[in-house]
């Protein structure tokens, strides 16, 4: 049976302790809530789905499995105390963008770790997670990771970590870069005289249609892009000014900047 701590129970924590219960991956017996900021402490109390301890508490010592889902500039005053309780055995899966396997094993002392990133719709378990294992873990101790995550949406691993910097610039941040898509196909269609309430549902639809078709059809992007364009049709039209404007290099520009930057804040 697994026992798990979840250290730093603010947006990202409470959403693993709420996916873990749902798909019943612990207790609620055996789910430490580990977190420092008092008004959360009372906020998860008053919830009652997990014990509400401290870093230096001694019950972490019986976990499997410690997730770290604190601030990244917060771990190092942490990992003094949390070294002294965790056990040899324990799988500690971290959620912290940019700091690398390496640093955490030398912070903690510990060989077996795991470090994932996650994104946004984890918070209605249709999130995109990637994650990367120490050398040290085995085969069962991936796959139990993998149930874990999975309880928030899809799961890939990755054998090698230095690809989390292109995970984080493509589905990490990709949720703000659809939003920022949507939030111009709302304008637009407010320019041409809708009302925003019917601008946002088409966009959405033609979202949500479009990804299902995309997930479930036989075509290429291109054949897709293709089967709505026809000669001098209006989606040509559109798609004109898109590569007048090179939409697509400037998307691609755009994404390699975000890898850059995650590279940059990169705690090793
Ligand atoms: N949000 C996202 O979409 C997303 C996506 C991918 C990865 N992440 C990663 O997930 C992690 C958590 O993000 P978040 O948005 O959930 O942050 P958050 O809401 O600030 O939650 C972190 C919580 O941990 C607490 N904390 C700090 N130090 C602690 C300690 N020593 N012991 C126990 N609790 C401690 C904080 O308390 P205080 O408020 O008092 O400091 C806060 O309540 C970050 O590392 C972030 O990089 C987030």
Do not use: W
């Not at 230095?162 to 995970?167: F, I, M, S």
């Not at 493509?170 to 320019?191: C, I, N, Q, R």
């Not at 040509?236 to 850059?260: C, R, S, W």
Request: charged share 20%.
């Amino acid at each position: 049976m697994n026992k798990i701590a979840i250290i730093g129970c603010g947006n990202m924590g409470l959403i693993y302790a709420n996916s873990f219960l749902r798909y019943k991956i612990v207790t609620k017996e055996n789910l430490l809530l580990v977190e420092k900021n008092e008004d959360r402490q009372n906020k998860l109390s008053a919830m009652n789905i997990g014990k509400v301890v401290t870093t230096d508490d001694h019950s972490i010592s019986e976990c499997n499995i410690v997730i770290l889902a604190v601030k990244p500039q917060d771990f190092r005053e942490l990992a003094g105390s949390l070294k002294k309780v965790i056990s040899p055995a324990c799988v500690v899966l971290s959620i912290m963008a940019g700091t690398e396997i390496f640093f955490i094993q030398a912070s903690l002392n510990h060989r077996l770790i795991v470090r994932a990133m996650p994104n946004l719709p984890v918070e209605i378990s249709m999130g995109m997670t990637a994650f990367s294992a120490s050398d040290e873990l085995s085969h069962d101790k991936i796959m139990l990771v993998e149930n874990l995550l999975s309880t928030t949406g899809r799961t890939l691993y990755l054998k090698e970590e230095n690809q989390l910097n292109a995970v984080t610039a493509l589905s990490g941040s990709g949720p703000a870069y659809f939003f920022y898509f949507m939030k111009h196909l709302v304008d637009a269609g407010v320019k041409m005289g809708l009302d925003e309430h019917v601008s946002s549902i088409l966009a959405k639809q033609t979202m949500l249609g479009s990804f299902h078709l995309i997930n479930n059809g036989q075509k290429t992007l291109d054949e897709y892009i293709a089967s709505v364009s026809s000669k001098g049709g209006t989606t040509e039209a559109a798609l004109k000014t898109f590569n007048e404007h090179q939409m697509g290099d400037v998307i691609v520009k755009a994404i390699q900047n975000a890898e850059n930057r995650a590279e940059e804040l990169s705690i090793k």
